[in-house]
């Protein structure tokens, strides 16, 4: 696609229920990014996806956290038992390469996700 | 650890020029990156110094001194849609995603 996608724009859930956010990257990008940003604050790094190697998962905050990349393309990132401090806008982005910095990375809209 | 320090907050009037500074500390170092974002909106990248000096991109410039850790986004020429979040980024140490600052917001008046 023209951009880089993601779905849902927002998302409303109760305490305790399990959520996916999908981010469908910019085409024939390699490297496939999630960020967390809080209310004010900076982007949290949380995983990266390059081509078919195995994802860097060091920034993710616990074991509720998991993503995967089918087809080294679209992404889902779930978060299971959510919990209030979860609140926050998911960020995906792309970029041409794993040396990503340098050309940049592009992100999707984000996904605004509430824990009620 | 890696960090990146950027003021929090800076205003300044349409036509002036302004400088934001970041000073970083890192374990292993590429380069330094510098993204925008509007309120609501996905940042979206301006620039990428992987060597000391000045970068120019039209109204925007970047500059970085790794001896100094150092580097700074210097816009001319505010306009009112500059109004925005600011925040410089670095490969983390595993070299496979950027760590960003805490960002900079800018707020610029007529």
């Known amino acids: 696609g023209a951009g880089v996608s993601q779905s849902p724009s927002n998302k409303v859930t109760e305490k305790g229920k399990d959520v996916e956010l999908r981010c469908d990257p910019i085409?024939?990008?390699?490297?496939l990014y999630w960020y967390r940003q809080s209310l004010g604050q900076g982007l949290e790094f949380l995983i990266y996806?390059?081509?078919?190697?195995?994802?860097?998962k060091s920034g993710l905050p616990s074991d509720r956290f998991s993503a995967e990349r089918t087809g080294g393309s679209v992404s889902t990132l779930t978060i299971q038992r959510t919990q209030q401090e979860d609140s926050a806008v998911y960020l995906c982005?792309?970029?041409?390469?794993?040396?990503?910095?340098?050309?940049?990375?592009?992100f999707g809209s984000g996904t605004r996700l509430t824990v009620v | 650890g890696q960090s990146l320090e950027q003021p929090s907050e800076v205003t300044a009037v349409e036509g002036a020029i302004v400088q934001i500074n970041c000073t970083y500390q890192?374990?292993?170092?590429?380069?330094l990156s510098w993204y925008q974002q509007h309120d609501g909106g996905a940042p979206t990248f301006l620039s990428y110094?992987?060597?000391?000096g000045l970068e120019e991109t039209g109204r925007f410039s970047s500059f970085l001194s790794r001896s100094d850790s150092y580097g700074y986004l210097l816009l001319q020429e505010l306009q009112m849609k500059d109004s925005a979040s600011y925040f410089c980024?670095?490969?983390?140490?595993?070299?496979?995603?950027?760590?960003f600052g805490k960002g900079t917001t800018l707020s610029v008046s007529s």
């Open positions: 085409s024939g990008h390699t490297a």
């Open positions: 980024a670095a490969t983390n140490q595993a070299g496979t995603a950027l760590i």
């Open positions: 996806f390059q081509g078919n190697s195995a994802p860097d």
């Open positions: 982005a792309s970029s041409l390469s794993g040396q990503g910095a340098d050309y940049g990375y592009t």
């Open positions: 890192t374990s292993g170092f590429y380069g």
């Open positions: 110094n992987a060597l000391d």
